[in-house]
């Protein structure tokens, strides 16, 4: 009787097969380093954007006053809160991740010429209030008509900047136009060595 061939792989073809797997799997994981914290930068900013246009969209919709109390902490992670203004309910809480925060990152452009839409000089993270004084540049009360205002009932415009912690270019920021309560989001961007805000 004629022996059947045994068939399959040998022992150094898988191992060569494998430790090519790796090398190629390692190389896969460094690319894709930048590109997630890119993301997470991304999905922090619009999750911040988020929650204004749903305060907004609460009080226009309910005729009622809700805020938004925002609050860098000492230790992470960085949080917003949508509260009801007549009852003190909250209504949401989100939480950034805890390598970003509402930071101003060394290197942003200052002065309120270079500042988005001319709001603060980027010296403060969260700069509501701007021009007026005995309010609350942390909060940000928004009307049944859909505007923003303080405390106080003033007109509320200010500027949010979210960012990773020594990394300028992941700094996004967000402004509000109180009489309005238009809201416009912004990405910082390197032009040729110097840094600018971009509408996004």
């Given at each position: 009787?004629?022996?059947?061939?045994?068939r399959?792989?040998?022992?150094?073809?898988?191992?060569?097969?494998?430790?090519?797997?790796?090398?190629?799997?390692?190389?896969?994981?460094?690319?894709?380093?930048?590109?997630?914290?890119?993301?997470?930068?991304?999905?922090?900013?619009?999750?911040?954007?988020?929650?204004?246009?749903?305060?907004?969209?609460?009080?226009?919709?309910?005729?009622?006053?809700?805020?938004?109390?925002?609050?860098?902490?000492?230790?992470?992670?960085?949080?917003m809160?949508?509260?009801?203004?007549?009852?003190?309910?909250?209504?949401?809480?989100?939480?950034?991740?805890?390598?970003?925060?509402?930071?101003?990152?060394?290197?942003?452009?200052?002065?309120?010429?270079?500042a988005p839409?001319?709001?603060?000089?980027?010296?403060?993270a969260?700069?509501?209030?701007?021009?007026?004084?005995?309010g609350?540049?942390?909060?940000?009360?928004?009307?049944?008509?859909?505007?923003?205002?303080?405390?106080?009932?003033?007109?509320?415009?200010?500027?949010?900047?979210?960012?990773?912690?020594?990394?300028?270019?992941?700094?996004?920021?967000?402004?509000?136009?109180?009489?309005?309560?238009?809201?416009?989001?912004?990405?910082?961007?390197?032009?040729?060595?110097?840094?600018?805000?971009?509408?996004?």
């Amino acid at each position: 009787m004629r022996q059947r061939r045994m068939r399959g792989f040998s022992l150094i073809e898988m191992m060569s097969v494998l430790g090519i797997v790796i090398i190629v799997s390692s190389i896969s994981v460094m690319t894709l380093q930048p590109e997630l914290k890119a993301s997470r930068v991304t999905n922090a900013y619009n999750t911040s954007l988020m929650v204004f246009r749903q305060a907004r969209d609460l009080a226009v919709a309910q005729r009622q006053v809700y805020y938004v109390n925002i609050q860098h902490n000492t230790t992470p992670p960085d949080t917003m809160q949508i509260v009801q203004g007549a009852t003190g309910t909250v209504v949401n809480t989100f939480q950034m991740p805890e390598d970003l925060g509402y930071i101003i990152v060394s290197g942003i452009p200052t002065g309120a010429a270079n500042a988005p839409d001319g709001f603060g000089a980027g010296a403060v993270a969260i700069d509501f209030d701007q021009g007026v004084s005995g309010g609350n540049k942390t909060v940000v009360y928004f009307q049944p008509d859909g505007s923003a205002q303080d405390v106080n009932g003033n007109i509320n415009n200010g500027v949010l900047y979210v960012a990773r912690t020594n990394d300028v270019y992941s700094s996004h920021a967000i402004t509000i136009w109180g009489a309005t309560g238009r809201l416009r989001g912004w990405r910082l961007v390197n032009n040729a060595g110097t840094p600018y805000w971009r509408q996004m």
